[in-house]
């Protein structure tokens, strides 16, 4: 079995290397996280067997999840989330849901999968946190177009984590929903309680501001603080860490409604730089090449079922936005393209299923594999949409 230090440098290595080789495409087309997943893939214990997660990497790999999460969070409007927008965006994931678990319904009569309420939740999902980077590439997240991804993105999120909670816990569905209330009123707490404690102007604010550029890093710690202190929280009620992610990352924008541009500097290079490649690179680690080469059938069905599911009802969504102009069939379809492009969720939703025995690893990793394959494509073809020159700004 690979060492630690030999895993590390491999993993390292594909980090420092995947991004010089996504600049070698025009206009970024392959993005960098299918670069590391294929390359984790690669070096993982079902190919070239030179790399393998441990406790310290996989604790790695759980804060690089979380700060994907934390920043996903963090960049969105809850304002804009809390419109008309956010609330197509809900009513369209619900309609998602329901008709994945149509679809998986329909496909488990048959015997053709197991663990159907895992497949339906994996499928509605949107990857918003690997979206970001291809946004800010592409100029897109102060657009219209942008705005209505990110609506749809913090949902698709933020819907199949409670869905998960609910759906696979072994605790029932009442007493889980009870647990998810909890956990929302501490958030909320930890939310309020340090604009009390550090108000602007009070010498606790004028304290934490005073190290926050010296080698205390106090805004960084406390982040650090928020992201871990909810994870451990999510982990006391039995959630997965990506709530109490998402939970700090939206925590974060309420103490700083205006932004603070440094601190997200600093974040963004601990992020992007450090924790989040590992991440990904350990997902990729964790496919079964053979499983997935052994059944391009069932891959090709999943990779279909996941843009019906969610790009389409995402598509007809856009229909009924009533903006001025009103989106084209390309700024739709665009939207839609971001929208069915999934893996974070995936990832975490059939890693919960084969750890409760009701996911084999091999269907899990053809569903990762599937999701890999909406983060190539699907971001692919909607920058091939897009026409720069037109997208209109939102003031």
Known sequence: MPSIASSLFWIA????????????????????????????AA????????????????????????????????????????????????????LCLALAFGVVALLGIRNVISAEAAVAIAMTSTALGTLLPILKDNKLLDTRLGKTVLNHGAVGELGPVVAMAVLLSARGAFLSLVVLATFALIAVLVAVLPTKLVSHGSWTHRLVRSGADTTAQTT?????????????????????????????????????????ERLEIKLEGIAFGFLIPIFFITSGMAIDVSAVAANPVVLLAFLLLIIV???????????????????????????ALYGATGLPMIVAVTG????????????????????????????????????????TKVS
């Open 220 to 260: 960084v710690r406390l982040t650090v603080l928020l992201l871990v202190g909810l994870g451990v929280l999510s982990a006391v009620f039995s959630l997965d860490v990506i709530l109490g992610a998402f939970a700090a990352g939206f925590i974060l924008r309420r103490l700083m409604p205006e932004g603070d």
């Open 352 to 391: 919960a299923a084969v750890s409760a025995g009701q996911m084999s690893s091999d269907n899990a990793s053809i569903l990762v594999a599937a999701g890999a394959i909406t983060v190539l494509l699907l971001p692919m073809c909607a920058t091939l949409l897009n026409r720069p020159e037109k997208t």
């Open 13 to 40: 290595l594909i980090a420092a290397l995947a991004p010089i080789v996504a600049g070698l495409f025009p206009r970024r087309l392959v993005p960098e996280v299918v670069l590391l997943l294929v390359a984790g």
């Open 43 to 94: 070096i993982g214990p079902f190919a070239l067997n030179i790399a393998a997660e441990s406790d310290a990497i996989g604790t790695l790999r759980e804060l690089g999840l979380g700060m994907l999460f934390l920043l996903a969070g963090y960049e969105i409007d809850r304002s804009e989330l809390s419109g008309k927008g956010g609330r197509r965006a809900l009513y369209t994931w619900l």
């Open 309 to 335: 599911v969610r790009g389409v009802p995402v598509f007809i969504a856009t229909k009924f936005e009533k903006i001025e102009p009103p989106f084209s069939t390309r700024e739709s379809a665009q939207v």
